[in-house]
């Protein structure tokens, strides 16, 4: 077989002479062959080196991204349940209200117009379903308490409205109902309560209302009267003096005359009625302090 042969030629620096290397062609190409496989080799492996340790970092970047969402997903749920177990709270701190407001249709009263009720869209969110069970569960108790407003107020204006105070300090010396006249000694009926008390004494409005009269008046002498709403009203009869106008607005024990003799009166005192739709009514009734 006809062999073909390369030379090397080896020029060092140092000498002047220089060196010959003979080589075959085939083991010429052994060489090159291993010294190129040796760099693909050795490029593959530094590939996959580098692709490893990237693929290891994102690895770990998902690792800890999904550690964290796991974090959040415990936090929302201790969220969503703490948000279940207030409205649960707010809810039965609701019906008990509703008691004591007197109203037993509050279901049937909020549940209207809630249809097609949802939170914003959550994707496949394990939760939705909670969601949109507390969204209307938020919803109905929203109207449940304004039905609950609506009602306390309109009840705090009835009690502030309603006569509960004596006008003044002092003695009951006459009642409601029938008695002798102590001018001519007939019998007739008494609407009001007579309080014995010393002249000039402060008489206040038992409930909030309007002035209506504050004026002179045949056997009630000086008198006032008073509209409180929802029916009720009030007169202070004999009085010394006046302490509010027509059109006032007076509240519950702000002072509005003051105790005396005059009209149809036999000594110092207040001459006090009470009437609901204009009927008299026993004033002793609505007093809850002492005179």
């Known amino acids: 077989m006809d062999r073909r042969y390369s030379t090397i030629i080896f020029v060092p620096h140092a000498r002047a002479k220089f060196r010959k ?126 039905v609950l407003e609506k009602k306390f107020v309109a009840q705090a204006q009835l009690l502030a409205s309603t006569p509960s105070i004596a006008p003044v300090r002092g003695i009951l010396t006459d009642g409601f109902g029938g008695r002798s006249d102590p001018f001519t000694g007939e019998q007739g009926v008494h609407n009001a309560i007579d309080i014995s008390s010393a002249i000039g004494q402060a008489v206040r409005a038992p409930a909030d209302g309007i002035v209506v009269k504050s004026e002179w008046a045949n056997g009630y002498g000086n008198v006032i009267y008073i509209s409180h709403g929802y029916g009720y009203s009030t007169r202070y009869a004999h009085l010394s003096g006046y302490g509010v106008q027509p059109g006032d607005h007076v509240k519950r024990g702000d002072v509005i005359g003051y105790v005396g003799s005059t009209g149809r009166s036999t000594g110092p005192h207040l001459h006090y009625e009470v009437r609901l739709n204009n009927v008299p009514v026993n004033p002793l009734e609505y007093i809850l302090n002492a005179f």
């Open 21 to 146: 290397l003979k080589v075959s062609h085939r083991l010429l190409f052994s060489i090159v062959s291993i010294i190129t496989s040796s760099l693909c080799l050795s490029t593959f492996f530094s590939v996959q080196y580098f692709t490893s340790l990237s693929q290891t970092h994102e690895l770990t970047k998902l690792s800890h991204e999904n550690r964290e969402l796991q974090t959040a997903n415990e936090q929302f749920s201790k969220s969503v349940e703490s948000l279940r177990t207030q409205l649960r709270t707010v809810e039965d701190r609701t019906r008990k209200l509703a008691i004591i407001a007197g109203i037993s249709t509050l279901d049937e009263t909020s549940q209207g117009g809630v249809g097609g009720l949802r939170p914003p869209d959550l994707g496949d969110n394990p939760y939705r379903d909670d969601l949109d069970k507390m969204a209307f569960r938020s919803h109905r108790l929203d109207k449940d308490l304004s």
